[in-house]
């Protein structure tokens, strides 16, 4: 499984860019979010990935942050949102704002997606309800530093959940250490 890259941008092609990571050229689709953040071509770039494995295809999807990640994982877990839903979900709204259409329940912010129904925005709020709620608004809002979201990552690939996670990282002091914030991290959730 392809985690992270960490390479040279090569080219840029909405939705698509193209990683030079060492002399292997990663084609990654990203969200617009992502997109708009990213550096000029030929600079320095970090990527939280996903690799979905089809019976026809190998496609990585790549993230700006954690919580992108996050949500993407969240949404492709709903039966009928494949990858390329959740991408354009992700392209038309923050996380910040899925997280607040979800916990009011606000169908009409997923109509503004184009390609999103009635149907398949009522499913969204339906199945997305208790998994990106207030909690999560707030980090992804405010941007989590890398200590922290490495944090969040080691938290989440332990099982985890986001909430969970979350919750944890709000007990945390504030210029934590990785490995400090693990540890504490830990004991908060074993209570």
């Known amino acids: ?42 600079e320095a770039a970090t990527l939280l990935t996903r690799l979905i494995v089809r019976e026809d295809a190998q496609i990585l999807y790549g993230f700006a942050t954690a919580a992108e990640r996050g ?9 009928g949102v494949g990858p390329r839903t959740a ?10 704002d899925l997280a607040a259409a979800v916990a ?24 997305l309800k208790g998994k990106l709620g207030s909690d999560a608004a707030a980090p992804s809002g405010s941007g989590l530093d890398a200590a922290r979201s490495d944090i969040l990552q080691a938290l989440l690939s332990l099982g985890y959940s986001e909430r969970e996670a979350l919750k944890s990282l709000k007990a945390l002091p504030a210029g934590v250490e990785v ?8 004991k908060t959730l074993a209570r």
Do not use: W
């Not at 991408?87 to 910040?96: D, N």
């Not at 997606?113 to 398949?120: C, R, S, Y």
């Not at 490995?179 to 830990?186: P, T, V």
């Open 1 to 42: 499984m392809i985690g992270r890259l960490a390479g040279q941008l090569a080219e840029k092609n909405p939705p698509q860019i193209l990683m030079d990571c060492h002399g292997v050229g990663y084609l990654v689709d990203v969200p617009m979010s992502t997109f708009y953040q990213l550096p000029a071509v030929g």
């Open 71 to 79: 949500a993407f994982d969240q949404l492709i877990r709903i039966s």
């Open 87 to 96: 991408l354009t979900v992700l392209s038309g709204m923050s996380v910040a």
């Open 104 to 127: 009011t329940q606000e169908a009409t912010r997923f109509l503004k997606v184009p390609g999103i129904g009635k149907k398949t925005a009522a499913r969204l709020l339906l199945e």
């Open 179 to 186: 490995s400090d914030g693990i540890r504490q991290a830990l």
